[in-house]
DNA sequence: ACTAAATGTGTAAAAATAACACACTAAAAA
DNA sequence: TTTTTAGTGTGTTATTTTTACACATTTAGT
């Protein structure tokens, strides 16, 4: 489950499945363990191929196990769940079979993806109201309006403004830059600091997903 | 990681180990899942065969897959929790290898089951702090004190009588039943309802484990 | 008879969360 | 050019949740 956030959307990123009873559905990105790899590792490896990024939050979710749930065989899928920054990987060049999906909108999946899919987001939900995990998914410096819209996109709900902002400063994870975007259009408000100021991650009171 | 409570202790049911290196060492039950077999099935079968017992509590927790840690060759192992009560258990027949051990004085355990044990007894507590899986531990009917002394164990931390009190009622998923437990030793206080009178589960209200 | 330990009970303080209004700015529309 | 619309900045209050806390009473143990 690579997660992604454009367009004020949680996004995910899916691959044509080459099976032919498939044909044509969406499936998650995923391969078969070599013998002598740890499962984390081949999470990650996977990662790194498909998408070209490193140092990437990846965390294991659930493993999913109903026989007959690939039509070659017995499969067992160790589901793990990504969080990254969508517009560094399209910087890259993007593979063309691979595609971003708004999460909300897919209809069908191949194999149990959407199974799994549903419980990863589900996961990912709750994940974010525990953990500061939300950084993942946006560039290095962001906006607390940035940061605002995609908890609302995650979460599905609206915030409000000031709460927000009350919530996550006294939390002291996020250091005021003290930079500005000017090369975005400019929205109304009187001084631009919740849409332009940047902020980022404090990392010496932030360390991990744990805290 | 088949958990009970007995004497005021949380217990996990362990086995000694079959295997000549790790000898005399306990490790967790398990076995291997047959080809068809999904895994929920599967950790649900090795838990009836082992306990004799039926509508046991069982949640999947996480897979371990680190490259040697069976000695065997590889193997993944898929963990599950599971919570009983120890004295239905005990009243069955006991297999002469299961043993009991309270889970603070466990100090080595065969293959990697000790890593297993502690992440899965931190899940645990985190888990009982969202959800109320505790009367999974006790017998249908039990009194308060019961129910506290149980927490006390899971989490090792001291709780207010009162606040305990006032936060079960206000979920509203105990019934008090009216009876009180007579044949045991009385304990010092006033109406002995903390300590004797009978409270169950409100199955009305509590319909599975997430509310 | 006395001591020790455990009980029953309610309230007040503190902390966290949720709710809320108005003046101001810029873009878009008229 | 004016008007409308949408979005911003800010602080306080109410509500809810959590935590802290004391004393009279009861039984077991000595």
């Given at each position: 489950?690579?997660?992604?956030f454009?367009?004020?959307?949680?996004?995910?990123?899916?691959?044509?499945?080459?099976?032919?009873?498939?044909?044509?559905?969406?499936?998650?990105?995923?391969?078969?363990?070599?013998?002598?790899?740890?499962?984390?590792?081949?999470?990650?490896?996977?990662?790194?191929?498909?998408t070209?990024m490193?140092?990437?939050?990846?965390?294991?979710v659930r493993?999913?196990?109903?026989?007959?749930?690939?039509?070659g065989?017995?499969?067992?899928?160790?589901?793990y769940?990504?969080?990254?920054?969508?517009?560094?990987?399209?910087?890259?060049?993007?593979?063309?079979e691979?595609?971003?999906h708004?999460?909300?909108?897919?209809r069908?999946m191949?194999?149990?993806?959407?199974?799994?899919m549903?419980?990863?987001y589900?996961w990912?939900q709750?994940?974010?109201?525990?953990?500061?995990l939300?950084?993942?998914?946006?560039?290095?410096?962001?906006?607390l309006?940035?940061?605002?819209?995609?908890?609302?996109a995650?979460?599905?709900?609206?915030?409000?403004?000031?709460n927000?902002?009350k919530?996550?400063?006294?939390?002291?994870?996020?250091?005021?830059?003290?930079?500005?975007?000017?090369d975005?259009?400019?929205r109304?408000?009187?001084?631009?600091?919740?849409?332009?100021?940047?902020?980022?991650?404090?990392?010496?009171?932030?360390?991990?997903?744990?805290?």
């Amino acid at each position: 489950m690579i997660f992604g956030f454009d367009e004020n959307e949680l996004k995910i990123l899916l691959i044509r499945s080459d099976l032919e009873i498939f044909k044509g559905q969406w499936s998650l990105l995923g391969d078969f363990a070599a013998d002598n790899e740890e499962l984390d590792g081949a999470a990650y490896r996977v990662l790194c191929e498909r998408t070209g990024m490193t140092d990437v939050y990846l965390e294991q979710v659930r493993t999913f196990s109903k026989p007959g749930r690939h039509p070659g065989g017995r499969v067992l899928t160790v589901a793990y769940c990504s969080l990254l920054n969508i517009e560094q990987h399209k910087l890259g060049k993007m593979d063309n079979e691979l595609h971003w999906h708004t999460v909300k909108g897919i209809r069908e999946m191949a194999f149990d993806h959407k199974e799994i899919m549903e419980f990863s987001y589900t996961w990912l939900q709750k994940r974010i109201m525990e953990h500061p995990l939300g950084f993942n998914l946006l560039p290095e410096k962001f906006s607390l309006r940035e940061l605002q819209n995609l908890y609302e996109a995650i979460l599905d709900i609206k915030l409000d403004r000031r709460n927000f902002r009350k919530k996550f400063f006294s939390m002291d994870f996020l250091i005021d830059t003290g930079e500005y975007e000017d090369d975005v259009p400019h929205r109304p408000g009187r001084l631009y600091q919740f849409n332009f100021e940047k902020y980022e991650l404090n990392k010496r009171r932030w360390t991990g997903i744990d805290f």
